[in-house]
């Protein structure tokens, strides 16, 4: 499956964005999927995740109550709101799927990555 994120930008501590994930292929509906971002100089770590049918949702400590992953498998999209950005938010976010009935969190664990789009959050 091939994997293309759209709305990252430069905002303003405080600021929303909302990132969007469009799969190619017919398994979206049966993937699990994921957003995970990368900082300059840091490894690259795990933001959010939903199960197939949007039943299971995951997040990282540090974003929750301020990012919601949602998903519309008629459109084949998987979406990240981000609310009340902060400056260390800033990071290249990549969305990532995987075939399965479940709930996925482990990088190692997904199989298809997007290309990545810029996050920038100045103070």
């Known amino acids: 499956v091939q994997l293309v994120e759209s709305g990252g930008g430069s905002v303003q501590a405080g600021g929303s964005l909302r990132l969007s994930c469009v799969a190619s292929?017919?398994?979206?509906?049966?993937?699990?999927m994921g957003w995970f971002r990368q900082a300059p100089g840091k490894e690259r770590e795990f933001v959010a995740a939903?199960?197939?049918?949007?039943?299971?949702?995951s997040y990282e400590d540090s974003v929750k109550g301020r990012f919601t992953i949602s998903r519309d498998n008629a459109k084949n999209t998987v979406y990240l709101q981000m609310n009340n950005l902060k400056p260390e938010d800033t990071a290249v976010y990549y969305c990532?799927?995987?075939?399965?009935?479940?709930?996925?969190?482990?990088?190692?664990?997904?199989?298809?990555w997007g290309q990545g789009t810029q996050v920038t959050v100045s103070s």
């Open positions: 292929g017919r398994t979206f509906s049966s993937s699990a």
């Open positions: 990532a799927a995987r075939r399965t009935f479940g709930i996925l969190t482990n990088q190692a664990d997904f199989a298809s």
């Open positions: 939903i199960s197939w049918n949007g039943g299971s949702t």
